[in-house]
């Protein structure tokens, strides 16, 4: 891996016109001497990981795959621990209140929200990720969707390391052709009529993420990136998608009058045929479903071209990380093409890569597509093609407390 790393910044110092020395390990170029020194200091140390995170592969994975892979391409040790991330971020705040400079961990993983918190509060080592062959190579800087989290500019305070994306579920004994827009949904919902819900935006991820998507499926992202974080601004942008929520309503399940809690809910109705669609966050979840003989034999994954929203996962570094050389090349490590494949296999996790085929070259990307999903699973590439980026946290619950107001209770919004 380490070649790959000396190779790519080979061909970057090669395509911008600078010479460089055909011994890599001799150049005098500060990014390249810098990043060996931070190697060499990585190597054979331990570094500690707080995480907290709703699947328990992703535990699992960190605990093995990733820790093996850092053993072997390093000599290092990573330590895992088990923690809420709130309790992570009290303690290094309690760290910066008593001036406590060597912290914990060396690095902790953000699955959702938190960032704005820990930003705000300068618990964070930054800029690091300006330091990182492996981003600089194969992720896009292009990309909006790394640019922000929680509706704040990251600024080198974190690196992405994986995505998820919310998908439809679908029974093809029942149709085979699946509708491509949300005009085309509609009419689904229509012709079967009683027979489409979504969960309930206040107690489910995926019901949080069909609303929002839905909401924000035809508005200008980056308005919503910077608008104020109040209603009024918010449904100035927004007010259309709900308004097709609406819509939908007379047709729905006991015409919209129940939302399931939990995507557990949705798929008991899905499985006894009360319901014709379901949907979940996980690429992999019908073929799981399928193999633990859960679902209808007919049952398989398509996407709403027209966009779904999607979701981005973070790892950042404490400001007062013991380790800071580890915990930079165990993210580098991260981002490598052999744990972006890793962790992207299903059996291993089922985490979708933070690479993109238009950006990442060949070579690179090859660890990603020698990974087979099942014709009941979508890959990467189609969940990229009808991708809504990652709107921030609080415009998400602005939205949602709209969706309330205007579709839930219309008395209200009106």
Request: hydrophobic share 40%; charged share 25%.
């Amino acid at each position: 891996m380490k070649r790959l790393i000396l190779l790519y910044i080979a061909i970057i110092m090669i395509s911008t016109s600078c010479s460089l020395d055909t011994n890599l390990f001799k150049s005098n170029d500060p990014d390249i001497k810098n990043w060996e020194l931070i190697e060499s200091s990585a190597e054979n140390s331990t570094v500690t990981l707080s995480i907290q995170h709703s699947n328990p592969l992703a535990v699992e994975w960190f605990k093995s795959d990733f820790s093996d892979y850092l053993k072997s391409e390093y000599g290092m040790t990573l330590s895992v621990e088990e923690q809420s991330l709130a309790k992570t971020v009290q303690m290094l705040k309690s760290d910066l209140d008593n001036e406590l400079e060597i912290g914990k961990y060396d690095l902790v993983i953000f699955e959702n929200d938190g960032f704005e918190s820990a930003l705000e509060s300068g618990l964070l080592y930054a800029p690091f990720t300006d330091k990182l062959p492996n981003l600089k190579a194969y992720v896009d800087p292009g990309n909006p969707e790394f640019k922000f989290k929680d509706g704040q500019e990251v600024k080198g305070s974190l690196a992405p390391y994986g995505r998820n994306q919310l998908s439809m579920i679908y029974d093809q004994d029942i149709f085979y052709e699946t509708p491509v827009s949300y005009d085309e949904l509609h009419e689904y919902v229509k012709e079967y009529n009683n027979a489409f819900v979504y969960p309930d935006p206040r107690t489910s991820l995926e019901g949080e993420l069909f609303v929002v998507g839905v909401a924000v499926r035809d508005v200008d992202i980056d308005r919503l990136m910077t608008v104020n974080a109040n209603k009024e601004d918010v449904y100035a942008i927004i007010g259309d998608g709900l308004e097709f929520l609406n819509a939908l309503e007379p047709y729905m399940y006991l015409k919209g009058s129940y939302f399931p809690a939990t995507t557990a809910e949705m798929d008991e109705l899905f499985i006894e045929g009360e319901l014709v669609f379901s949907m979940n966050i996980d690429f992999e979840y019908v073929t799981g479903k399928l193999n633990e003989y859960e679902y209808p034999e007919g049952a398989s994954t398509f996407m709403i071209q027209e966009g779904m929203m999607g979701l981005n996962e973070w790892i950042g570094i404490p400001f007062n990380a013991p380790n800071k050389s580890g915990a930079m090349a165990a993210i580098n490590a991260l981002l490598s093409p052999e744990m972006q494949g890793s962790k992207y296999e299903p059996r291993n996790w089922g985490n979708l890569p933070v690479y993109d085929p238009e950006y990442t070259d060949s070579l690179a990307y090859e660890f990603i597509k020698s990974v087979k999903t099942k014709s009941t699973s979508l890959n990467q590439e189609t969940l990229l093609e009808s991708r809504i980026p990652e709107v921030p946290g609080e415009i998400r619950a602005i939205i949602i407390e709209l969706w309330a107001d205007h579709v839930l209770n219309p008395s209200i919004g009106d």
